[in-house]
């Protein structure tokens, strides 16, 4: 299983952007997966998740109304649109696939058994 994340860059206070995950080895149309980020010398936080069947999202508090999770199963790839970017969502963003499929979206990276590299976004004027 791969996991290609892309998409990151540097962008205004208020811009957007959007990430991919391309997935391969696993189907995503019947896995949760879900975004994390990191800060160097920090945790890795939860950022967004969503289920096998792509219905049901859930979104940490600080994104929460400004970012956007979803998968699009025909090229097996995850996607988060993340608008009215702040600050302090600089970070290195990384894309993750459930262990087990058929499972609702956990906020626990522990449910997620293969990640991507990660691609960073900097947010600043």
């Known amino acids: 299983v791969q996991l290609q994340a892309s998409g990151g860059g540097l962008v205004q206070p208020g811009g957007s952007l959007r990430l991919s995950c391309a997935a391969s080895?696993?189907?995503?149309?019947?896995?949760?997966m879900a975004w994390f980020r990191q800060v160097p010398g920090k945790q890795r936080d939860f950022v967004a998740t969503?289920?096998?069947?792509?219905?049901?999202?859930y979104y940490s508090d600080s994104v929460k109304g400004r970012f956007t999770i979803s998968k699009y199963n025909a090229n097996n790839t995850l996607f988060l649109q993340m608008d009215n970017l702040k600050p302090e969502d600089t970070a290195r963003y990384y894309c993750a696939i459930a262990e087990r499929p058929y499972e609702s979206g956990s906020p626990r990276s522990l449910e997620y058994d293969y990640w991507g590299q990660g691609t960073q976004v900097t947010v600043s004027s």
């Open positions: 080895g696993r189907t995503v149309g019947n896995y949760a």
């Open positions: 969503i289920n096998w069947t792509g219905r049901i999202t």
